[in-house]
């Protein structure tokens, strides 16, 4: 009996030692001894940091105040296909009304599907959010944009990625949304 117990206790002390061993093996794994630093961008009243793994990229909106893309998604045009677009609009009217009418148009264009919309903050102002996808080309894409006003301008903040990459990525989109100074 003794013996039985003895050798169960010492397959039981084994496994524990196993399984110990394993999650230290995973949990290296999950760590990365590449350093991120934090970048600093600051145009149009708007300043953002964001990680090294990002850089300032040319955006194709006559709105544009700046934009960022993650540096591995650049294509082979230079162009990135995950980014992050901060844009600057004049406000005609209410709003909340010039948003949604902005949403509006969408749903007349099947290339377009508004998955959500509601409130939001931004650096303590109140903020609209949208997500929608969109078909481009074949390409589908996930967005999320974020709008509030300033000094009677519309401002967005505009998280665009392929679906597929969509989750990977918006926890930088969330963290700039959490962490914007707006002069």
Same mark, same amino acid.
């Given at each position: 009996?003794?013996? !039985?117990?003895?050798?169960?206790?010492?397959?039981?002390?084994?496994?524990?030692?196993?399984?110990?061993?394993?999650?230290?093996?995973?949990?290296?794994?999950?760590?990365?001894?590449?350093?991120?630093?934090? /970048?600093?961008?600051?145009?149009?009243?708007?300043?953002?940091?964001? +990680?090294?793994?990002?850089?300032?990229?040319?955006?194709?909106?006559?709105?544009?105040?700046?934009?960022?893309?993650?540096? =591995?998604?650049?294509?082979?045009?230079?162009?990135?296909?995950?980014?992050?677009?901060?844009?600057?609009? +004049?406000?005609?009217?209410?709003?909340?009304?010039?948003?949604?009418?902005?949403?509006?148009?969408? /749903?007349?264009?099947? =290339?377009? !599907?508004?998955?959500?919309?509601?409130? =939001?903050?931004?650096?303590? !102002?109140?903020?609209?959010?949208?997500?929608?996808? =969109?078909?481009?080309?074949?390409?589908?894409?996930?967005?999320?944009?974020?709008?509030?006003? !300033?000094?009677?301008?519309?401002?967005?903040?505009?998280?665009?990625? +392929?679906?597929?990459?969509?989750?990977?990525?918006?926890?930088?989109?969330?963290?700039?949304?959490?962490?914007?100074?707006?002069?």
């Amino acid at each position: 009996m003794k013996s !039985k117990i003895l050798k169960a206790s010492l397959i039981s002390i084994v496994l524990i030692v196993f399984l110990i061993f394993i999650a230290s093996g995973v949990s290296a794994e999950g760590s990365s001894d590449n350093d991120t630093t934090v /970048q600093t961008l600051s145009k149009g009243g708007l300043t953002i940091n964001y +990680p090294s793994g990002w850089a300032a990229a040319a955006a194709t909106s006559n709105y544009s105040i700046m934009s960022i893309s993650k540096l =591995s998604s650049i294509d082979s045009l230079g162009i990135g296909q995950v980014n992050i677009n901060f844009e600057k609009k +004049p406000l005609e009217g209410d709003f909340a009304t010039f948003v949604d009418n902005t949403y509006k148009q969408m /749903q007349y264009d099947s =290339s377009f !599907k508004l998955i959500s919309s509601g409130d =939001s903050m931004v650096d303590g !102002k109140k903020a609209l959010e949208y997500r929608y996808v =969109s078909n481009q080309n074949g390409v589908e894409r996930e967005h999320k944009a974020v709008w509030f006003e !300033k000094g009677g301008q519309a401002y967005v903040m505009l998280y665009s990625a +392929p679906v597929d990459q969509f989750d990977n990525n918006v926890y930088v989109f969330d963290y700039i949304m959490t962490d914007i100074q707006i002069t």
